[in-house]
């Protein structure tokens, strides 16, 4: 059973460009969360998501950044026109059941680099 | 919102002694409390977890207790060994919760030879 995936692992963009970031479960799990991680800090929530429904995304700054879990694919973090204060670890994390109850299970993250 | 304080940032024992991590939550809705283990420029992993309505759990040297009443909770890590070496974080959620687990901010353990 394969844990969850994340690609590309590492991702160079220039300021104003477009980062796609791609999260694909483990298999089974139905509910997807994305956290940002900041050098030398912990992991902030950003959004959770289930099948084609964002369930919450009040960690997710308003402006540039949006996310989405279709029926079929991997979910994908999307930020436009990025920053140098983008630069980060992205961490996606799945579980089976979701709502606060179950174990999450990280990926091996893609680390943004903004020049 | 949850807020989560995470001691100390960082922290060095000699192999073999015991390392104890402490955290405290603010929201008393908060019913399940993991700690995940990462290595540098790795995923975090799940190393233990607790929830509300068990005390202490053990999983060989590593045991988490929860005092719900004081809204803290500790890792403790016995005989520590050398890949025990790594940034330890904490994180608090509610069943029903849909805004993913809250983490300290870390901290980060050094066994020394």
């Known amino acids: 059973n394969a844990g969850v995936m994340q690609n590309p692992r590492h991702l160079v963009r220039r300021r104003g460009q477009e980062a796609r970031l791609r999260c694909s479960p483990m298999k089974g799990h139905s509910h997807v969360y994305w956290y940002r991680q900041l050098p030398e800090e912990g992991l902030k929530f950003m959004v959770y998501l289930q099948k084609e429904n964002i369930i919450d995304e009040s960690g997710m700054p308003k402006e540039r950044f949006s996310a989405e879990f279709p029926k079929e694919g991997p979910s994908i973090l999307r930020i436009q026109q990025v920053v140098r204060g983008d630069s980060a670890a992205y961490f996606c994390?799945?579980?089976?059941?979701?709502?606060?109850?179950?174990?999450?299970?990280f990926g091996p993250g893609t680390r943004l680099t903004v020049l | 919102g949850e807020n989560v304080e995470q001691h100390p940032s960082t922290l060095s024992v000699q192999e073999g002694d015991s390392a104890v991590i402490k955290c405290t939550y603010s929201?008393?809705?908060?019913?399940?409390f993991p700690w995940y283990k990462q290595e540098l420029g790795k995923r975090p992993q799940l190393i233990i977890d607790i929830r509300s309505n068990v005390g202490e759990k053990k999983d060989q040297r590593i045991a988490v207790t929860l005092n719900k009443t004081a809204k803290h909770f500790s890792l403790h890590i016995t005989e520590t060994q050398p890949e025990d070496s790594a940034v330890y974080f904490c994180a608090a959620s509610r069943v029903g919760g849909a805004d993913g687990l809250t983490f300290g901010k870390g901290t980060h353990l050094i066994i020394q030879p």
């Open positions: 929201d008393s809705a908060s019913n399940y």
């Open positions: 994390a799945s579980s089976p059941q979701g709502w606060g109850t179950d174990t999450q299970y």
